[in-house]
């Protein structure tokens, strides 16, 4: 509480700095009234001016931002010294009005502090590695490993959500057991500062006893290491012991093959980060490899996995809104229309002002902000209370009220409930209520430009979909962070194009597609090479941090093959162009390429089409939904009954774009980008009017998928 008093002071100290730049203008001592539900501060701006008559502009960098404001007959002033407050920014006279600025202290601050909250959760995964080393120094191993027979013989009679909680618990146990899991959890937990920086920007990080020039010194104890290779070797030595006497021949598989720590020269741990698409979900894992004198790998070994959860939406398991103190807003307030209107719930359940936003933006609505129902919502509450509001709000509040509706019991108790939803704290000030996202800083830098958001959308409802150099050209004006958001993600995504995977491989290839320009494309596209050592900085850079990012995957080439022999022919490509090596190769391009890429190294282009689907459902929402096959399987109903027949569809391209870097004789890297666009002259309609082929193609495959024949 003490703290809370603070902010309100310097909360004041603010507005008052801020009324002071205003004071002796006459023209700010009007009357006006704001409704904006979730709007740019460029507009809101443009809206106050005009009933002023006062010009007000907004810098660049800042004049996109969103805010909820709401207030009737308020003092022109207090609303624009309100709105500085709010989000830390200034005001300075300018050519006859005024211009909101953000300063260059204010701009360092909120970095830093974006910085701290990217940080909060390695440090938390951190703090789990070392309990865990803890838990491991102080258990008896002999104990554990009863306790784990103990629970399988439990789990062998169980059934369901117990035997799935069995078997977690096993699986915590074992970690006791395996040396590698505490030798990287003490890797982890030993991270610097700016290592942790470095793996939330590049995804990943590579040590090792002996570092190349692109890896970093291995710190930890010789102890530490000569543990994990003497317990490691002692284990596949078991593992070979339990094949010959289970299968009884000696197995030739060189995972199985004899290790003496003597021949291990060097040792290497990865550690990397995974995160979900549009989900504030994240982990981080380490993987060990031993290698020989002559560089090779011995064997691998897989270390600890950490999981750090929800990064910015909702609250984190060990914290809560702080309390506060009760206000005129707690006392029982007439349910006005427009507040029952904003609590309205449609057949799923789900609350109307918000669906119906989303709705809107997805249809193309001119200016349907996503996040609109949630401004209507919070105005609503204010209204009932008869206060003003003012309220940040993110891309990261998409999922805000998607399907609870808040308790309706007071004012105060609705805005308990949608701020904790947002992750917000909120106080009365005067006759104002203020709402103030707890991470903003992070929030704000994940949030998509407008701009950008709506003309790829509107790109994507005219066409149908997006192509390849549309998507790579949206991907190189975001951030990471912004790629990863909820409504850039699903623009994307639905319209079957390529963008995330772990490590961010397939965002950087389409930045390097963007980067090259469309003379590079059209060379790619005719089936020319372009040399590393041709591009401009900037691409090779790019080019660089794909190789860095990505893992070959021959399966992205040529699936899933459902029967096509287009997937089956790509596959075998991919095979024969990118090789197909086995476990024990190499693949650490840290390793291969210590230096990064030579002048000399190429990248080049094979592209494939194949037939996909586009749906449209209810509403008018189109979505892709993959290859023409690949879509029957995953929408099938449990009958086997295809959905589509109810659906309006347009037959689709698919294309498959496998680009081949070429780094030195026998190093070669793989990446697959997609893309769909309606087929040419498509259009949508019902079942029937789909090719006749088409259609026999369906009624062939789901034949296979009732079990009527073929294969």
């Known amino acids: 509480m003490q703290g809370r008093r603070w902010l309100c002071v310097a909360a004041a100290l603010l507005v008052s700095g801020a009324w002071a730049q205003f004071e002796g203008d006459s023209r700010l001592d009007e009357a006006i009234s704001v409704r904006a539900e979730a709007e740019s ?57 005024y211009r909101l600025y953000q300063t260059a202290s204010s701009r360092r601050d909120e970095e830093k502090q974006r910085e701290a909250i990217i940080l909060r959760k390695y440090l938390k995964m951190q703090e789990a590695a070392r309990k865990r080393i803890k838990q491991a120094e102080e258990s008896d191993l002999a104990a554990v490993e009863a306790q784990i027979a103990d629970l399988e013989e439990q789990s062998s009679e169980a059934a369901g959500s117990v035997r799935s909680q069995i078997s977690n ?47 970093y010194q291995l710190l930890l104890s010789r102890n530490d290491v000569r543990e994990v290779v003497a317990l490691t070797a002692t284990l596949r030595e078991k593992e070979r012991t339990e094949y010959e006497e289970r299968i009884g021949r000696t197995p030739t598989l060189w995972h199985y093959r004899r290790i003496s720590p003597d021949d291990v020269a060097n040792v290497r741990f990865e550690v990397s980060v995974s995160m979900s698409s549009g989900q504030p979900y994240a982990s981080v894992s380490c993987n060990i490899a031993l290698l020989d004198r002559e560089g090779r790998i011995l064997t691998t070994e897989r270390g600890g996995s950490l999981s750090y959860g929800q990064l910015t939406s909702g609250w984190q398991t060990d914290e809560k809104p702080e309390s506060r103190e009760r206000n005129r807003l707690d006392q029982a307030a007439f349910l006005t229309e427009d507040l029952k209107n904003a609590l309205a719930k449609d057949e ?38 008869g206060v003003s509001l003012v309220s940040d709000i993110y891309d990261s509040h998409y999922w805000v009220s998607r399907s609870t509706a808040p308790d309706a019991a007071t004012p105060g108790t609705l805005l308990d409930a ?25 929030c704000r830098y994940e949030t998509a430009p407008r701009d950008l958001l709506f003309s790829t959308r509107d790109q994507r409802l005219k066409q149908t979909g997006l192509t390849l150099d549309q998507t790579a050209a949206v991907a190189a004006r975001v951030n990471d962070h912004q790629a990863r958001g909820p409504l850039l993600f699903l623009l994307v995504a639905l ?58 995957y021959l399966y992205y080439a040529g699936y899933p093959a459902l029967g096509d022999p287009g997937e089956a022919q790509n596959l075998e490509w991919a095979k024969a162009t990118w090789g197909d090596p086995g476990p024990e190769t190499d693949t650490e391009i840290t390793q291969i390429l210590p230096n990064g890429p030579s002048a000399q190294s190429t990248v080049e282009l094979r592209r494939a089409d194949r037939q996909g689907l586009y749906l449209k459902y209810e509403g008018g929402a189109v979505t892709y939904r993959g290859t023409l096959m690949y879509a029957l399987d995953t929408s099938m109903s449990p009958d086997g009954r295809s959905p589509f027949e109810g659906l309006d569809h347009i037959l689709a391209v698919e294309s498959k774009h496998m680009f081949t870097f070429r780094l030195r004789p026998q190093v070669v890297r793989g990446v697959v980008l997609r893309s769909a666009t309606p087929a040419p002259g498509a259009r949508f309609g019902p079942y029937s009017a789909l090719p006749e082929e088409v259609r026999k193609r369906i009624a062939e495959f789901l034949d296979r998928y009732r079990g009527g024949g073929g294969t």
């Open 169 to 215: 618990k096993i699986q915590q146990l074992r970690t006791l057991l395996r040396p590698s899991v505490s030798v990287s959890d003490k890797l982890i937990a030993g991270l610097s500062r700016d290592q942790l920086l470095e793996l939330d920007r590049r995804s990943r990080l590579v040590f090792a006893q002996h570092p190349t020039p692109s890896q």
């Open 41 to 97: 501060v460029r507009d809101v701006l443009k809206g106050v001016s005009d009933q002023l008559g006062v010009r007000l502009v907004v810098s660049k960098p800042i004049e996109g931002d969103l805010v909820i404001l709401y207030c009737k007959d308020r003092p022109a002033r207090e609303v624009l010294s309100i709105i500085a407050e709010h989000f830390g920014w200034t005001w300075k006279q300018e050519d006859g009005g």
């Open 495 to 552: 319209s079957g194009s390529s963008w995330l995977e772990r490590g961010g491989g397939n965002l950087y290839m389409l930045r390097l597609w963007d980067a090259i320009g469309p003379m590079g494309r059209k060379v790619l596209t005719e089936g020319g090479r372009l040399e590393y050592g041709r591009l401009t900085p900037s691409a090779q850079s790019l080019f660089g941090e794909v190789l860095y990012r990505t893992r070959t």
């Open 418 to 442: 949608l701020s904790e939803q947002m992750r917000a704290d909120w106080q009365m000030d005067g006759d104002w209520v203020k709402v103030r996202t707890r991470d903003w800083p992070l």
């Open 348 to 385: 799923y359940g789900r609350l109307t002002v918000v669906s119906e936003g989303r709705i809107a933006f997805r249809r193309g609505e001119p200016k349907a902000e996503p996040l609109r129902g949630l401004g209507k919502l919070l105005i609503a509450v204010a209204d009932a209370g």
